[in-house]
């Protein structure tokens, strides 16, 4: 069962932010939330990660609320590389779990 | 290498037949993971490594299936009577450790397998 819900798909003017949500309402306690992206004809790409505070890196910023239930993912200011498929996944922070992806999200940035 | 390098990046064989998929992971690498993504699709997770092992194989979707990492770096995914069903991209994943956590996988640019 998917632990994410995600659009299937957004645009976004490019130079503007791109915003992405995810619901994860079962999330748990000792879950973090991934984001990860996927360029065409390319693997997935690792993004950035939290587990309740917002995270920034030099890619993107995570907001994930108080209760925990969703997330967005934001790119400050969007490129056309920036298009690509974007997934939100949920996963234990102990063992060794690997990677579960749900569709994602397909982000086309526009010119 | 640089990064993970998996080989032949294009296979087309004809249903029925065996194949070999290659992964070549970052070097010092010991986690190993395998998915296979079909069109519109998020990867689907089959087997990962750690070493020389398989340390969760419950992915793979039946016996036909079947990898090895026999000195704990190249790993190959093997494919006995492949159907059409099969086609897709298999990708391959490795990071330092298990423990670094997703944040630390590095993919592939994956192989794309089409069955005729």
């Known amino acids: 069962d998917a632990k994410t819900t995600q659009p299937p798909s957004m645009d976004c003017a490019e130079g503007r932010a791109a915003n992405l949500p995810c619901n994860h309402s079962t999330i748990s306690g000792n879950e973090y939330v991934y984001w990860y992206r996927q360029i065409h004809s390319q693997g997935p790409q690792y993004i950035i990660h939290?587990?309740?505070n917002n995270e920034t890196n030099e890619m993107a910023s995570l907001i994930i609320t108080e209760d925990r239930k969703s997330s967005t993912l934001i790119l400050p200011h969007a490129t056309l590389r920036d298009t690509a498929v974007y997934y939100c996944i949920v996963r234990s922070g102990s063992g060794n779990t690997p990677l579960v992806f749900g569709k994602g999200t397909r982000l086309s940035v526009i010119a | 290498g640089a990064g993970v390098s998996q080989t032949p990046s294009n296979k087309v064989t004809e249903k029925g037949k065996y194949v070999e998929l290659r992964c070549d992971p970052i070097s010092g690498h010991t986690a190993l993971y395998w998915y296979r993504q079909s069109l519109g699709q998020g990867p689907e997770f089959l087997i990962y490594?750690?070493?020389?092992?398989?340390?969760?194989d419950s992915g793979l979707p039946n016996d036909r299936f079947f990898a090895v990492r026999p000195e704990g770096s190249v790993s190959t995914l093997k494919i006995q009577r492949t159907e059409r069903g099969d086609s897709a991209v298999y990708l391959c994943?490795?990071?330092?450790?298990?423990?670094?956590?997703?944040?630390?996988?590095?993919f592939g640019s994956g192989t794309r397998l089409t069955v005729v």
């Open positions: 994943a490795s990071s330092l450790t298990p423990l670094v956590g997703p944040s630390g996988y590095t």
């Open positions: 939290g587990l309740k």
């Open positions: 490594f750690q070493g020389t092992g398989a340390a969760d």
